[in-house]
């Protein structure tokens, strides 16, 4: 059995679905060929057939920036090039798989709320194997994108970024375990559905050392309990007195209760 590098994941989900992930993880590393469709892997990414692919590609469709990926499908389509995705059809926009649309969609309303012009320095919180700095590259001209993860999750996005030579020195990975890294002087923090698998000390030391230090914040978090609504404030109630947040964005998915989270300094 493959020998893991975490002791503990400080996740609030089951312990068998964060093991039998993070063991893909490392087990797929060496060969990337068909990592979206292992078993193991899909514990935690790469879920939802077509009623998912649906629901975000009609949240597209009604979008206001909805022309910015309806004009570059080949800029998102980079995301479904490599690790052999399920993907599914559709008559205007051919074969897409599930979550890039759902990286497409959360792109744009970050595109929407926050000036990219301001943003060089990218953090993203359980960022997965990388695909959003692998589609944001083509949006946002930025100089440094950092991935904090599971050190095994680590290992596979090194791989993947590493199949995309224009992201070559500007893509890092951070042990989430240790954070040893400056993120002073982040300009957008991006956690998509990380924050509320995390256990509450483990999500109020996300505000505490990275979202309170970021010009902009963009999180997307699960609020199905009364619990994860009393992390979400918890966290809230560290920011600094010259943030302001905007957390009224309720998104009824077809398999989750979301709520979007808009966060940026009072001056920005």
């Known amino acids: 059995m493959t020998k893991l590098i975490s002791k503990d994941f400080g996740w609030g989900i089951k312990k068998e679905n964060a093991t039998a992930y993070a063991t893909a993880c490392l087990e797929l590393s060496d060969d990337i ?11 935690i990414l790469e879920g939802g057939g077509l009623d998912v692919f649906n ?11 909805s022309e910015m990926f309806f004009g570059n499908l080949e800029y998102f ?21 599930p979550t890039t649309l759902k990286y497409a969609l959360n792109i744009l309303n970050i595109l929407e709320a926050f000036d990219k012009d301001k943003i060089n320095k990218i ?20 100089d440094e994108y950092v991935l904090v993860d599971l050190p095994e999750c680590n290992l596979l996005t090194d791989k993947y970024i590493s199949m995309f030579p224009s ?10 375990h240790e954070l040893d ?33 970021s010009r902009y914040s963009y999180i997307v978090r699960n609020i199905d309990k009364q ?3 009393d992390d979400h404030q918890q966290g809230l109630d560290l920011l600094p007195d010259n943030f302001l947040y905007d957390d009224t964005n309720r998104v009824e998915e077809t398999y989750s209760s979301n709520r979007i989270v808009y966060i940026k300094r009072e001056d920005d």
Do not use: M, W
């Open 33 to 43: 060929t068909d990592f979206r469709k292992d078993s193991g892997y899909r514990k």
């Open 55 to 65: 629901y975000f590609l009609n949240a597209i469709r009604q979008h206001d920036l």
């Open 77 to 97: 389509r980079e995301n479904d090039k490599y690790g052999n995705p399920d993907l599914y059809s559709d008559s205007e926009i051919g074969k897409f798989s």
């Open 123 to 142: 953090v993203e919180i359980g960022g997965g194997y990388g695909g959003i700095a692998v589609i944001l590259q083509k949006f946002i001209d930025f």
């Open 167 to 176: 992201l070559k020195g500007k893509v890092k990975t951070v042990n989430c």
């Open 181 to 213: 890294y400056d993120f002073s002087n982040t300009d957008l923090t991006i956690a998509i559905n990380s924050l509320s698998e995390c256990n509450r000390d483990v999500q109020l030391g996300y505000f505490r050392d990275i979202i309170s230090k």
């Open 227 to 229: 619990s994860c609504l």
